[in-house]
């Protein structure tokens, strides 16, 4: 099961993290842009091959003490198609190197379109006679809120393709309570509710629960123990180890951090050629205050 080879790769690891590789370009190294302007002049092309190399030096400094990574799908969509290979490409060398990989693009339609999501990312497209993967990832984000008909395309190819969903329950940002605190009829929250739909949902399904809620993480650990936990919010948010220390009974849970760590080398003042060396550490400080927490 997609889910049992991640838990595996966290315990191989000792480190419940889930890096974010999300390649705003103010966060790219200059030196790498430079180097491909140089080359092919300031372009989106060029961009996007600076974003394949800083990602992959990214990989390459942590690969061996992380579980998986996540994509974040606007940041490369906003590249064009140059964007989208630098996607491709990052995904390619991230499971080369062993990485459990998540395409968090929170996808939601009617089921047909759906359906052609899930065979794009985590299942097979079939084209001229022939069954062919396209983004080959083990994971996608979900957003559940145009009911089951929309989710179900995505629980069939799972089965079928051994790949898992993670499904927005309760979001980090912090307007999310508009909508996702309201009181329903039952006198329940929203994201009570979804949460139990979610529950019911099988062995494939993960939630998305945020790190800067953690009263509410807290809950709804309570309400799915059998569910897989995508935690968002760590560090650059604000969300710190005491705040996400329940998600990791029962089932268990990931804790994303991006920026916290893809801007180390800003973040701890250091050369920015230097990179790697900041990203690896603050990767093993993260871990450090993990373990502080969990079980």
């Known amino acids: 099961m997609s889910f049992n080879r991640l838990i595996t790769k966290i315990e191989e690891t000792d480190n419940p993290t889930v890096v974010g590789l999300d390649p705003n370009l103010s966060f790219v ?14 372009n989106l092309k060029s961009a996007s091959k600076a974003v394949i190399e800083w990602n992959k030096g990214i990989i390459d400094s942590i690969y061996d003490i992380v579980p998986a990574v996540k ?11 140059n964007g989208i290979y630098a996607f491709e490409e990052t995904i390619k060398y991230a499971k080369e190197n062993g990485l ?7 996808r939601n339609d009617i089921g047909t379109t759906m359906n052609a999501y899930g065979e794009g990312y985590i299942g097979n497209v079939s084209y001229f006679n022939e069954n062919m993967k396209v983004y080959d990832v083990d994971a996608m984000t979900v957003n559940p809120y145009m009911g089951y008909d929309t989710v179900k395309p995505l629980l069939d190819i799972c089965e079928i393709s051994d790949k898992a969903i993670f499904v927005l ?9 508009q909508l996702q605190d309201l009181i329903l009829e ?3 929250p929203l994201y009570i509710t979804v949460a139990k ?10 939630a998305v629960v945020g790190a800067t809620y953690p009263k509410q993480l807290e809950q709804l650990r309570t309400l799915m123990p059998e569910t897989f936990f995508l935690v968002p919010g ?37 050369d920015e050629r230097d990179y790697k060396k900041a990203t690896r ?12 927490v969990r079980s």
């Open 29 to 42: 190294p200059s030196f790498l842009m430079e180097k491909y302007f140089r080359e092919e002049g300031k």
């Open 71 to 81: 994509l974040q799908l606007s940041y490369y969509e906003t590249l064009g198609h």
């Open 100 to 106: 459990y990989v998540i395409a968090d693009g929170k």
């Open 169 to 177: 329950v309760k979001t980090s940002n912090p307007s999310s309570s």
């Open 186 to 188: 039952n006198g329940e």
């Open 197 to 206: 739909l979610v529950e019911e949902w099988g062995e494939n399904v993960g």
């Open 234 to 270: 760590f560090g650059a948010q604000g969300a710190k180890a005491e705040d996400v220390k329940t998600a990791f009974s029962n089932k268990g849970a990931i804790i994303n951090a991006s920026r916290s760590i893809i801007c180390a080398y800003k973040n701890m003042n250091v």
């Open 281 to 292: 550490k603050a990767i093993i400080d993260m871990r450090e205050e993990l373990k502080s």
